[in-house]
C-alpha cells in the first residue's frame, strides 16, 4: 500500500471510530452532565441566560454581532435575550465611541454581584461532580474539556 492510501484508509478509521465513540458519549453527555447543570439554572434562568451573562463576564463589553457569534447563535436571538435582560437591568446597551452606530452590550453591576451570588448559591453541580468523580477523574474529564475547547472551534 501506498502512504497516501494508507494515510487515507488510517484517517477513515479514526473518522469512524469518533463517529461510535460519539454516539457512545451524547447519551451520558446529556443525562450526566447537560441535563443536571441546567436543572440547577432552571430554579432562576435558562442555560441560554446563564451562558450569556457568563460569556459577556468573560469578554466585556461585546457588539450583539460579537455575541451572537460568542453564542453560536442567530443576531435575532441575542437581540431577544438581551431585551428581556436590559429588561431585568441585567446589561446595558452602550454606544460606541469610536462608531456612534455600533452598539455594545455590557453587564451591569447588579447582574456582575447576581452572577457572583449565584455562583456561590448553586454549587449542587460541582459537589456532584466532586462526590462521584475521583480527583483523578475529574482532571481528566477537565483536560478533556479543554480538548474540546480547543479543536471544537475548527470545525465548519
Known sequence: MTGKIYEKKTTEKISENFVK??????????????????D???REMSLETYYCL????????????????????????VTKLI?????HQFVERVNNEEDRRSIRIRLTPMAVSYL??????????IRMLEEQLTMQELMQ????????????????
Open 21 to 38: 465513540n460519539l454516539l457512545g458519549v451524547m447519551p451520558n453527555w446529556h443525562a450526566k452532565l447537560v441535563r443536571p447543570f441546567k
Open 40 to 42: 440547577t439554572l432552571h
Open 54 to 77: 457568563q460569556t459577556l463576564k468573560m469578554n466585556g463589553t461585546m457588539t450583539m454581532t460579537q455575541l451572537a457569534q460568542k453564542l453560536k447563535v442567530p443576531k435575532q436571538q
Open 83 to 87: 431585551d428581556t435582560l436590559s429588561t
Open 116 to 125: 457572583d451570588k449565584y455562583y456561590l448559591k448553586n454549587t449542587g453541580f
Open 141 to 156: 474529564l477537565n483536560d478533556a474539556m479543554e480538548v474540546l475547547d480547543r479543536i471544537l472551534p475548527k470545525l465548519k
